[in-house]
């Protein structure tokens, strides 16, 4: 395995506090085995290759949990963990409860590595070159503000909008016949330069831009031209001006499509860079933007973090370490000297599933390499599920092995006439598949007492896709099609109401995480009813966060646990007593604790809104839960999501929704992974459905179901398929 031969002497762990941590983990199940444990004495730099379900995250929580038993580290160094979602730290405080809070404190630093540049980089950066701070790192705010700015040059004398439209209009814009008569006419179109005739073997009609001549088209035309034309300069023109960024270090404003760019001193270059600077100044960033920004504040400053980095973390871990771009990868390399940190990167380049960089990660080749430590075997799922990924992968796939010790069913594909019978038929199978293993009870009820069981009570039962919400048809399958509510950006319980009553009222099917988001929202009302806000505008949950980091990391801290403290007491509560208690405890923690960050003092309209009790709260007041199907009368709560939102987790059933994706839905292009032949070509497009699919479908542990259309399904059915999946119609 090429592991460091030092631990003979300097053991990173012994196996008692191996044993601890795993008790802690996995109370009752087998020990580790010889190779996890290998990877948890490891105690030098190195890369884990590890298959779904692997074990792998909570083989990094086991060493964590280790390192927080010695802490303080000699000399008073941390740790540092970087991830790419909230699922280790969701597991490590779902299983250490208060105890882990040694790891998210100072010298520590624990989260995401887009949370790690904005706290110890872009902020800086962003204060140094523009005197702000952060109030948003987020790219559809980003560009809503910019395109607001944008559109308020104005549209004659601007040589930015000028230049964007000349963009605009060099491209081809193909009408086809049809719409060609509905506005007025092939004869009517040609004669006012409307269109242009291209091509000699194929003819094809280029919609223009400029340069009418409308004397001779009717007045009812020349408003559909008028509106196509408006319609194309805004959606083309958005497009082509929000792909630019700022090259920080040649001076020049670029994009994919124009490498050439433009400079920053030129006319059109000003303006960009006017809008630029004062999103900046308002603490207002793109991801792109808070990357450049950190990259130029390290290259003129002449930073060197990795002389300091040492001084104040031993370790770096980095978690599903195929996701990290070249940005991020850049990154990590210019802040940490591996001579000096010991970084260990977990991860799978089989799931490599995000857009940049995805075909070949800077890390994805390292994962790759003789020396790599590699765990074959999944805990999470039975041979059954372990078969069917064996092909649906972007390799053969053969040294996957199951768990012999988890029961999981035969895989099911759901066919359906119309995709609105299939989470009713999910549901079903829930209900009626029995695993005799576990005393012949139903997935149903084992997830539910699984998800009782849970400390953060996470829903365990799911359904996902790989494309949300982009106007399905009865041709082009999305996961809307299934679930016509599917909103994309699922951020959490929308709430708002008349009394702090109304946030934490418990919800029947409220998370863990939920009630802990109601909680904060109530707050940020009450705040800006004591007129506390962030500028002119009532704080969001971010810039709260911001605030409170900015005035003391630990006070950011403890507010958050509190909440979380707040959020489990309220899941708990039984009866009226039980919530006014809380309401008492957070009413008393903010007068007495965030008020006076601020030197103000609670408003009779903040009093009234605490202690008003609305035991009925108005339809739309109470929280709305957002991609929660509710099945069999609310027995069974079934997130819908896409393949992105659930990658890390683990559910107890799992439901892929097969949806369309650049001309081929996956029972298409996969057909014969589906069959279990593995794939052995180079098209791109398919090696982007693998690693999708593969992520999608390794997430449960006993069940795993796919909708296919009945008709597509027909074309790829067999006796190889049906070796490997059950069938069953909706």
Not at 618 to 633: I, L, P, S, W
Request: charged share 30%; hydrophobic share 35%; glycine share 6%.
């Amino acid at each position: 395995y090429g592991i460091n031969l030092k631990r003979k002497f300097m053991p990173f762990a012994t196996d008692e506090e191996i044993k601890i941590s795993h008790d802690i983990l996995l109370k009752d199940k087998k020990p580790f085995d010889a190779i996890k444990v290998n990877i948890i004495k490891e105690d030098s730099s190195c890369y884990v290759q590890a298959c779904p379900g692997s074990g792998k995250t909570t083989t990094l929580l086991a060493k964590l949990i280790i390192l927080a038993n010695k802490m303080p580290l000699p000399e008073g160094k941390g740790i540092c963990v970087l991830t790419h979602t909230n699922v280790a730290i969701d597991e490590i405080k779902a299983k250490l409860g208060t105890n882990a809070d040694v790891l998210f404190r100072y010298p520590n630093f624990f989260g995401t590595i887009q949370t790690f540049l904005h706290k110890y980089v872009t902020a800086a950066a962003l204060h140094y070159f523009y005197g702000s701070q952060i109030t948003y790192v987020d790219d559809e705010m980003s560009n809503a503000v910019f395109l607001k700015k944008y559109y308020k040059l104005p549209s004659r004398e601007s040589k930015l909008r000028g230049l964007i439209f000349a963009r605009t209009a060099s491209k081809e814009h193909i009408i086809n016949a049809p719409e060609i008569e509905a506005l007025g006419g092939m004869d009517r179109l040609m004669a006012a330069n409307v269109i242009k005739k291209e091509g000699k073997r194929v003819v094809k009609y280029d919609f223009q831009l400029a340069g009418y001549n409308l004397d001779n088209i009717p007045h009812k035309y020349r408003y559909l031209i008028r509106a196509k034309r408006d319609n194309i300069l805004n959606s083309q023109g958005k497009e082509i001006i929000l792909s630019y960024k700022v090259d920080w270090e040649n001076n020049k404003i670029i994009t994919n499509s124009d490498p050439k760019g433009i400079g920053v001193d030129s006319p059109s270059g000003t303006e960009y860079m006017k809008i630029k600077e004062e999103m900046f100044s308002e603490g207002i960033l793109s991801f792109q933007d808070a990357y450049d920004l950190a990259f130029r504040y390290i290259r003129e400053k002449k930073l060197d973090f990795s002389s300091f980095s040492d001084k104040r973390f031993k370790y770096l871990f980095i978690d599903e370490v195929q996701d990290c771009d070249g940005l991020q990868v850049d990154l990590i390399q210019k802040i940490f000297d591996e001579n000096k940190v010991v970084i260990q990167r977990f991860g799978d380049y089989c799931q490599a599933i995000y857009e940049r960089d995805e075909c070949s990660g800077p890390e994805n080749d390292k994962l790759k390499e003789n020396q790599v430590l590699y765990i074959h075997d999944s805990n999470r799922f039975g041979e059954k599920i372990a078969k069917p990924l064996r092909s649906l992968c972007i390799e053969d796939n053969h040294q996957l092995h199951g768990n012999e010790e988890v029961p999981s069913v035969k895989p099911i594909i759901i066919t359906y006439e119309n995709p609105l019978s299939v989470l009713p038929k999910y549901v079903e199978l829930l209900g009626t598949t029995l695993i005799p293993e576990m005393d012949n009870r139903s997935i149903l009820d084992i997830a539910n007492q699984e998800k009782r069981e849970d400390p953060l009570h996470r829903i365990n039962v799911k359904a996902c896709g790989w494309v949300g919400k982009k106007g399905a048809s009865a041709q082009k399958r999305f996961i809307e099609s299934y679930f016509p509510q599917f909103e994309k950006k699922n951020a959490g319980p929308r709430v708002e109401g008349v009394s702090f009553n109304e946030f934490i009222l418990k919800n029947l099917h409220g998370t863990i995480k939920e009630h802990a988001t109601s909680i904060i929202q109530g707050i940020l009302k009450y705040l800006d009813l004591c007129e506390i806000r962030n500028g002119n505008r009532r704080y969001t949950k971010t810039s709260f966060l911001e605030f409170l980091a900015a005035t003391d990391i630990e006070q950011k801290e403890n507010f958050l646990k509190e909440v979380m403290n707040w959020a489990l007491l309220i899941a708990k509560s039984n009866n009226d007593d039980d919530v006014n208690k809380i309401r008492s405890t957070i009413h008393r923690y903010i007068t007495e604790t965030l008020l006076p960050l601020y030197g103000k003092e609670e408003t009779p309209d903040a009093l009234s809104f605490f202690d008003t009790i609305n035991d009925n709260p108005a339809e739309g007041q109470a929280t709305e839960h957002r991609n929660v199907y509710h099945g069999d009368n609310g027995k069974i709560d079934i997130e819908v999501s896409t393949v992105h939102a659930v990658k890390g987790e683990t559910h107890a059933a799992t439901l892929y929704l097969e949806t369309f994706y650049n001309r081929h839905h996956e029972s298409d292009r996969l057909a014969e992974q589906f069959k279990g032949f593995a794939y052995t070509g180079t098209d791109a497009d398919t090696l982007k459905n693998l690693r999708v699919a593969y992520v999608g479908m390794s997430r449960p542990r006993y069940m795993l179901c796919v909708a296919i259309q009945q008709d597509r399904f027909d074309k790829i059915d067999c006796d190889e398929l049906r070796k490997i999946w059950k069938v069953k119609k909706a």
